[in-house]
């Protein structure tokens, strides 16, 4: 990250908007004095959040405004813009440039803007301390500072150091962190006072309501036990009475199912003494039926031998008279033949007589039949033979017949077997259907009983209840939260084992004992148990809130521990680096000797104001003295009483000193740059602005200088307000400031490497 440019308008001497670039690592600005050069430091400051006016050379924070000249008006408002390179996210933010602006109109706040975003001043800060940016430690030197690391205490020292090693986020958490313990530590303070304020007034309301702590617990129970009680009693009678309500339904609903029982079996004995002369009749139809057949089937049987015979004379006499002629012409036969297939077809009827004379004229007919056959010629013969044949089929449908007839005999005797059993069974039904209906005519009566017994419990029931009641309102006890909703849920027999008690008689004398124990004490005073009440409240809470606090204390106090702890170490750690660079520069300069930062304990703390909390009017800082010891001799129990702070070291080669006041400017001028130059080394900071630092330099120094400077330039940019000649050869970019006639700065730029 490195600073890119520099936007000023309206601040001090440049009333004119003038916008400063630092695209290389390295700036000189120069100019005449008093042309403003160091009003551009004072504005860099001024933008990270500077407001310690003593620090930006103004009285009071308005006189940053370009406050006119006789040919220039004074300006309403001051502004200045940095814009940072933030391409390797070095800050968090999702920007790759950041833009911090600061602003101030007359007669208003100062305010603060970080990429255009109204921020407050706190933002500000915390944003680029993550950077190592800051305008309490070194990035910034003013003219007349450069031995500020010497000037300073070892407490303010090591401020400075910790803000160029990035710890100042962790510090100014630490801060925040110690108000809140401050505040914490008097909320607690307030607290225990406030307890024990109580605790006098509590202990007396208490001795008060004493005697009247027993008679609560006794009325709670009795209160209890009363309403158990009557609760027990209510719903042994809910429970009898609903048990009364089911067994009268249960019992009437037994009545209806039986009485529709006897109404179905009275009926169907009716049925069954009906159906009873209905087979008698059947019996001798199918008697008859059955007699009829058999008669039939015997006549049928008698033609059909005869039949037979017949058929036999006639194939005998076909034979024997082969010889006859026939008058009667083949046509005349053909006729006759289908006459005595019709007649034959009749005979297969049930009429037995019928069939019988029909029988009879075939045989006569087939007879004739046959004389006339023997009158016929020899062709005729082998026709008549073909007719034998016919009519035995024909005899064979009438064994068929008979066949059938005697299939229908024996259905009917089946039917027959199956009438007589069912007549069997009915009987046996009726008998058992009449046994039934008496049974079922005991068992209504003995149900009418029983609903007669449980209309006398019913009575009984409502005298019980209407007894508990009358003594209900004589223990002034509302019968109305007596019913089966509030009650049917209550465990009597789990109530009675909790409390001991055997039975709903001890259960009552316990009540009677409570009452008199009760009438004993007597009244209580709502007043004082309301008080007594509100002060036991307001005792708890304050316990309550002090427990809260002295938790609140304590995690303040873990977490301060842990950040010191972290910047300890962060400290420590970059601390020997530091000392490495310092000597080294030291050595560089004074060409030989030694130098480091050693760190002490600081036995008495100094109470800093935080330059956050507001503007610092002169910008003085009242301190208390401070008793100083070296870390190493101090035991080891003590330390945790004291701060510590950073104190500078040297050794001259040559020279013997007993303090850095005994110094020259010179001496102690280079030594404080030395010490800047290791702290800048060994941290690599993204920028620093030097404001004349080299000015009490001579020639040989200023070039030690310059060497110093070509030696970090590579890892940390470097705005430098100079007039040496050695520090000006190395700039890439020399910003030239002069003062015009209206009294306002101008600034113009020269690209050196373009010169050359």
Not at 669 to 685: D, E, G, H, K, T
Request: charged content about 35%; proline content about 1%; glycine content about 4%.
């Amino acid at each position: 990250m490195k600073l890119k440019s520099l936007e000023i308008l309206g601040f001090k001497s440049f009333a004119n908007k003038t916008v400063f670039y630092f695209p290389e690592k390295f700036t000189a600005i120069v100019g005449p004095n008093g042309s403003g050069k160091s009003n551009i430091v004072d504005a860099i400051r001024w933008v990270l959040g500077e407001r310690d006016l003593k620090k930006l050379r103004v009285a009071n924070s308005e006189e940053v405004i370009f406050n006119g000249t006789p040919n220039k008006a004074r300006m309403s408002l001051a502004q200045v813009s940095i814009v940072l390179d933030n391409s390797l996210n070095e800050l968090p933010i999702d920007f790759k440039e950041v833009v911090i602006k600061r602003r101030l109109e007359r007669g208003k706040e100062t305010q603060y803007f970080i990429n255009d975003s109204a921020v407050r001043l706190k933002d500000v800060v915390e944003l680029l301390a993550r950077a190592k940016i800051g305008s309490e430690g070194l990035t910034i030197i003013n003219q007349g500072l450069s031995d500020s690391l010497l000037k300073a205490s070892p407490k303010e020292r090591r401020l400075m150091i910790e803000e160029n090693l990035g710890l100042r986020e962790f510090q100014i958490k630490k801060e925040e962190a110690k108000k809140k313990l401050e505040a914490s530590q008097i909320n607690l303070e307030k607290t225990e006072a406030l307890l024990e304020e109580l605790k006098p007034h509590l202990r007396s309301l208490r001795r008060q309501i004493n005697r009247w702590e027993k008679r609560e617990e006794i009325f709670q129970e009795l209160s209890s036990l009363e309403n158990s009680f009557y609760s027990a009693k209510f719903k042994e009678i809910f429970l009898f009475q609903k048990q009364i309500d089911q067994e009268k339904i249960d019992l009437e609903k037994e009545q209806v199912d039986e009485e529709e029982k006897l109404k179905i079996l009275e009926k169907k004995f009716e049925e069954l003494e009906k159906r009873r002369p209905d087979f008698s009749q059947q019996f001798q139809a199918l008697r008859k039926k059955i007699s009829d057949i058999e008669e039939k089937r015997g006549n049928l049987f008698k033609e059909l031998g005869h039949l037979e015979g017949q058929i036999e004379g006639l194939k005998r006499f076909v034979l024997i008279s082969k010889q006859n002629v026939n008058e009667i012409t083949q046509k005349d036969l053909n006729k006759k033949i289908l006459e005595i297939k019709n007649q034959l077809n009749e005979a297969l009827s049930f009429d037995l007589e019928k069939t019988r004379e029909t029988i009879k004229q075939i045989i006569n007919q087939i007879e004739e039949l046959f004389d006339a056959d023997e009158k016929n010629d020899k062709t005729e013969k082998n026709q008549n033979s073909d007719e034998i044949i016919k009519l035995q089929q024909e005899k064979e449908n009438i064994l068929k017949q008979v066949d059938e007839l005697t299939e229908e005999i024996k259905k009917y005797n089946q039917e027959l077997d199956e009438l007589r059993k069912k007549d069997e069974m009915v009987g046996k039904d009726s008998h058992d259907v009449l046994l039934a209906v008496q049974k079922q005519r005991n068992l209504i009566n003995q149900i009418n009983q029983e609903l007669a017994n449980i209309s006398l419990k019913e009575e009984k029931n409502k005298l019980r209840q209407a007894d508990l009641l009358m003594r209900l309102k004589e223990d002034d006890l509302d019968a109305n939260l007596f019913n089966w909703e509030k009650v049917k849920d209550f465990d009597t027999e789990k109530f009675l084992a909790e409390k001991n008690i055997f039975n709903l008689d001890n259960l009552e004398a316990r009540i009677i004992h409570l009452r008199r124990e009760l009438a004993n004490i007597g009244e209580i005073d709502e007043l004082t148990l309301k008080e007594a009440k509100e002060t036991e409240e307001r005792y708890q809470f304050l316990s309550q809130q002090l427990e809260d606090l002295i938790k609140a204390k304590n995690d303040l106090e873990s977490i301060i521990a842990e950040l010191t702890e972290k910047i300890d170490n962060q400290f420590s750690e970059s601390l020997k680096i530091i000392n490495e660079e310092f000597n080294k520069y030291f050595r560089m300069i004074f060409g030989g000797g030694k130098a480091k930062f050693a760190v002490v304990k600081i036995a008495k703390r100094q109470k800093n104001n935080n330059h956050l909390e507001g503007e610092k009017g002169n910008g003085n800082k009242n301190e208390e003295n401070e008793e100083i010891q070296n870390e190493n001799n101090l035991p080891e129990e003590e330390s945790k009483e004291f701060e510590t702070g950073l104190e500078i070291l040297v050794d001259l080669p040559k020279k013997k000193i007993k303090s850095l006041e005994l110094l020259s400017g010179g001496e102690r001028c280079l030594i404080s740059i030395s010490a800047l130059f290791a702290i800048v080394s060994a941290m690599q900071p993204p920028f620093v602005v030097l404001d004349e630092v080299d000015a009490a330099l001579d020639e040989s120094n200023a070039r030690r200088f310059a060497k110093i400077l070509a030696d970090i330039v590579d890892t940390t940019q470097f705005i430098v307000v100079t007039h040496n000649r050695a520090t000006m050869e190395m700039a890439k970019i020399l910003y030239g400031i002069s003062m015009g006639e209206e009294g306002v700065s101008k600034a113009i730029s020269i690209k050196l490497e373009e010169e050359k």
